[in-house]
């Protein structure tokens, strides 16, 4: 059954931008988190609305006071991306690969 959620922040991490509402689900780059953290705290709120259409409060450039808190589900790596370079008759072949690290958070508030 579908559950109504009325309030969603637009943030900024990391240099993107990121709409959220109460329990989302996000992959955010990966960061230093000291031992024992559980939640993050995200300062640069870009936007808070109403998902009713109402009147949305846009910062210039951030909104002063309102915060989004989130609990850390996890630091997680995402699949291996290959990539193969090849020239036919030149002799030339490249492998190489890359894993991502990131952070799994769960949106647990927006405090205005």
């Known amino acids: ?10 943030i900024e991490d990391s240099g ?4 959220v509402r109460k329990d989302d689900v996000l992959d955010i780059d990966l960061r230093k988190i000291p031992d024992g953290t559980t939640t993050l705290t ?3 709120v870009l936007a808070v609305g109403k998902e009713d259409g109402s ?3 846009i910062g210039l450039p951030y909104l002063d006071k ?3 808190t989130a609990e850390i589900i996890g630091i997680k790596r995402r699949a291996k991306t290959v990539l193969n370079k090849y020239s036919r008759r030149k002799g030339y072949r490249r492998h ?3 894993r991502q690290s990131y952070v799994q958070v769960k949106i647990s508030d927006i405090i205005l």
Do not use: D, E, L, N
């Open 42 to 44: 995200f300062g640069k």
């Open 16 to 19: 993107t931008q990121i709409m």
């Open 55 to 57: 009147v949305a409060s």
């Open 96 to 98: 190489k690969g890359h």
């Open 66 to 68: 309102v915060t989004v």
């Open 1 to 10: 059954m579908y559950t109504q959620r009325p309030m969603y922040a637009i």
